[in-house]
Nanobody, 126 residues
Framework: QVQLVESGGGLVQVGGSLRLSCAAS????????MGWFRQAPGKDREFVAA????????NYADSVKGRFTISRDNAKNTVYLQMNTLRPEDTAVYYC???????????????????WGRGTQVTVSS
């Protein structure tokens, strides 16, 4: 079992930055692919970013490419999502997800992940 706890969300102005953290416990994330997803009110949960277990392959949604960066610190068992140049459409609850994997793939679908955090709210005001 892997427990995931997100933090770092908050209220930020358009063009600002936030760094989300996802602290894992129960297992080391060095053998897990990790992902970030988000869900805005009235919308489905959507993919944001993912990295494979070795952090050697990453995927990003087109809407965040060049603005968001996923990274991990295996020593701290933590995954990060650096979000720059934030837009009002980035407003959502952001979720961290994990799946055990020794593959090159960085999964982009919600049904590919086994473990989820409870989310952290990000609000971008104009």
């Amino acid at each position: 079992q892997v427990q995931l706890v997100e933090s770092g969300g908050g209220l930020v102005q358009v063009g600002g930055s936030l760094r989300l953290s996802c602290a894992a416990s129960g297992r080391t994330i060095s053998t897990y692919a990790m992902g970030w997803f988000r869900q805005a009110p009235g919308k489905d949960r959507e993919f944001v970013a993912a990295s494979n277990y070795r952090d050697s392959n990453t995927n990003y949604a087109d809407s965040v490419k060049g603005r968001f960066t996923i990274s991990r610190d295996n020593a701290k068992n933590t995954v990060y999502l650096q979000m720059n140049t934030l837009r009002p459409e980035d407003t959502a609850v952001y979720y961290c997800a994990a799946v055990w994997s020794s593959w090159y793939v960085a999964p982009i679908s919600t049904d590919q992940y086994d473990y989820w955090g409870r989310g952290t709210q990000v609000t971008v005001s104009s």
